[in-house]
T-cell receptor, first 114, second 109 residues
């Protein structure tokens, strides 16, 4: 079934550790996004990529980095996790950037930083 | 700046009609999306409006007034499975999607 997969489903992480959240889509979408969702704050954009080889910063990029080596994969890395990064992380993709395209979301990764 | 407001919670009865409002002030406008999100799951696309008026899709309809910075999602013939959060999101001038905090809808028997 076509769509977006994320791994891991959930993770408990010690503060200070490095962690990479994985995201893969098989829809050949050009644009990909990472959001975090926190109670009372809604979905906030962390980083995005309009096409393979390019990335950009969203609303809350500090403490996170991304790469887009190919069309399908868009990993999100926490270099040194802090408790405030405890959240649910959603990856999304859309067919084109810079257009009114629907974004499709992966199932999410639930991260707890202790 | 971006400001998207929607009620935090609503309750409605099975079989009834409910209207979830969303008001927005954003830097530019390229359309408004509604997403549904069940607890513990990913948001899923419901509707998109870019022109003023009503878009109907089965039991769900979405309305937009660009001059008023206002939209609503109308759910008819409510079912228990409609209990979920409903997210209003505006596509700004840079084609970034800005989300409201969501409205948690509880459908009761």
């Amino acid at each position: 079934i076509a769509g977006i997969t994320q791994a891991p489903t959930s993770q408990i992480l010690a503060a200070g550790r490095r962690m990479t959240l994985r995201c893969t889509q098989d829809m050949r979408h050009n644009a990909m996004y990472w959001y975090r969702q926190d109670l009372g704050l809604g979905l906030r954009l962390i980083h995005y990529s309009n096409t393979a080889g390019t990335t950009g910063k969203g609303e809350v990029p500090d403490g996170y980095s991304v790469s887009r080596a190919n069309t399908d994969d868009f990993p999100l890395t926490l270099a040194s996790a802090v408790p405030s990064q405890t959240s649910v992380y959603f990856c999304a993709s859309s067919d084109r950037a810079g257009a009114a395209e629907t974004q499709y979301f992966g199932p999410g990764t639930r991260l707890l930083v202790l | 700046g971006q400001n998207i407001d929607q009620p935090t919670e609503m309750t409605a009865t099975e079989g009834a009609i409910v209207q979830i409002n969303c008001t927005y002030q954003t830097s530019g406008f390229n359309g408004l999306f509604w997403y549904q999100q069940h607890a513990g799951e990913a948001p899923t696309f419901l509707s998109y409006n870019v022109l003023d008026g009503l878009e109907e899709k089965g039991r769900f309809s979405s309305f937009l007034s660009r001059s008023k910075g206002y939209s609503y999602l109308l759910l008819k013939e409510l079912q228990m499975k409609d209990s979920a959060s409903y997210l209003c999101a505006v596509l700004n001038s840079g084609y970034a999607l800005n989300f409201g905090k969501g409205t948690s809808l509880l459908v009761t028997p």
